[in-house]
Nanobody, 115 residues
Framework: QVQLVESGGGLVQAGGSLRLSCAAS????????MGWYRQAPGKQRELVAS???????AYADSVKGRFTISGDNAKYTVYLQMNSLKPEDTAVYYC?????????WGQGTQVSVSS
């Protein structure tokens, strides 16, 4: 079993920055990818950014150039640096990990951006 603990959410004004962290623990097995998803009220959960164990990254078009995902393989930790935040970035952000045994989710952290 894998446990994911997120931190770093909060309330920020438009144009501001936040940094999310997600630490994984437990039975890692072969970790393939870690990432961040978000879900706004009334909307489906969507991929924000992901990073493979080899360091390949992917981003949603809506966050390209503003968000940066990075990871520390030794610590099984992934970060999401969010700059130039917009009100439409307001959502619950979930950490995600995919390994050889399955897919795991964190409990979510709220990010709220005021205009």
């Amino acid at each position: 079993q894998v446990q994911l603990v997120e931190s770093g959410g909060g309330l920020v004004q438009a144009g501001g920055s936040l940094r999310l962290s997600c630490a994984a623990s437990g039975s890692m097995f072969i970790t393939k990818v870690m990432g961040w998803y978000r879900q706004a009220p009334g909307k489906q959960r969507e991929l924000v950014a992901s990073i493979s164990y080899g360091g390949n990254t992917a981003y949603a078009d809506s966050v390209k150039g503003r968000f940066t995902i990075s990871g520390d393989n030794a610590k099984y930790t992934v970060y999401l640096q969010m700059n130039s935040l917009k009100p439409e970035d307001t959502a619950v952000y979930y950490c995600n990990l995919v390994n050889s045994r399955g897919v795991y989710w964190g409990q979510g952290t709220q990010v709220s951006v005021s205009s």
